[in-house]
């Protein structure tokens, strides 16, 4: 299952930091073993995590994050810029991360924003590049399931 390639959105990380008992938290638990699927992300996604908990906590949280990040195997891929076939069906900052996601080949891209991945166009453009976008708790379902197939094997 180590195969899989998994990008996280700046709000998992986020959400992740203040909440580690939530979903978000346990996927992160679950990157930092480095057993269950290899984490990717772009310095842009993480950047973005950053600068939101910065405005937003407190600097345990901050702290909390970089000792997160320092503790945890990431592939980091920049997207490849001027895409402009994504970037008719979402906003520019939201397409540079899905671009970042689908160059790092990854299988899922876990993300809490609803409102611009999951539009029919987003969802269909991922999909035909091998992407399923999901939230944190689809990832840890489907997640679930296949530990529970393996172990039936």
Same mark, same amino acid.
């Given at each position: 299952? #180590? @195969?899989?390639?998994? $990008?996280?959105?700046?709000?998992?990380? $986020? /959400?992740?930091? !203040?909440?580690?008992?939530?979903?978000?938290?346990?996927?992160?638990? %679950?990157?930092?073993?480095?057993?269950?699927?290899?984490?990717?992300?772009? /310095?842009?996604?993480?950047?973005?995590?950053?600068?939101?908990?910065?405005?937003?906590?407190?600097?345990?949280?901050?702290?909390? $994050?970089?000792?997160?990040?320092?503790?945890?195997?990431?592939?980091?891929? #920049?997207?490849?810029?001027?895409?402009?076939? !994504?970037?008719?069906?979402?906003?520019?900052?939201?397409?540079?991360? %899905?671009?970042? &996601?689908? @160059?790092?080949? &990854?299988?899922? $891209?876990?993300?809490?924003?609803?409102?611009?991945?999951? +539009? *029919?166009?987003?969802?269909?453009?991922?999909?035909? *590049?091998? !992407?399923?976008?999901? +939230? /944190?708790?689809?990832?840890?379902?489907?997640?679930?399931?296949? !530990?529970? #197939?393996?172990?039936?094997?």
């Amino acid at each position: 299952m #180590n @195969d899989i390639s998994v $990008f996280l959105d700046a709000n998992v990380y $986020f /959400s992740g930091t !203040l909440n580690p008992y939530g979903g978000s938290g346990y996927i992160l638990a %679950l990157a930092q073993s480095g057993r269950y699927f290899r984490l990717t992300a772009s /310095s842009y996604v993480i950047g973005e995590a950053f600068v939101n908990l910065e405005k937003k906590v407190t600097t345990h949280e901050v702290r909390s $994050f970089m000792l997160y990040l320092q503790g945890t195997e990431i592939t980091f891929y #920049n997207p490849t810029e001027g895409n402009n076939e !994504l970037q008719a069906v979402l906003n520019f900052k939201d397409a540079r991360v %899905l671009q970042a &996601a689908i @160059d790092a080949g &990854a299988k899922y $891209f876990v993300t809490l924003d609803r409102k611009h991945f999951f +539009t *029919r166009e987003v969802v269909e453009y991922a999909q035909t *590049r091998g !992407l399923s976008i999901v +939230t /944190s708790k689809e990832f840890i379902e489907n997640f679930i399931k296949q !530990l529970r #197939n393996n172990k039936s094997k």
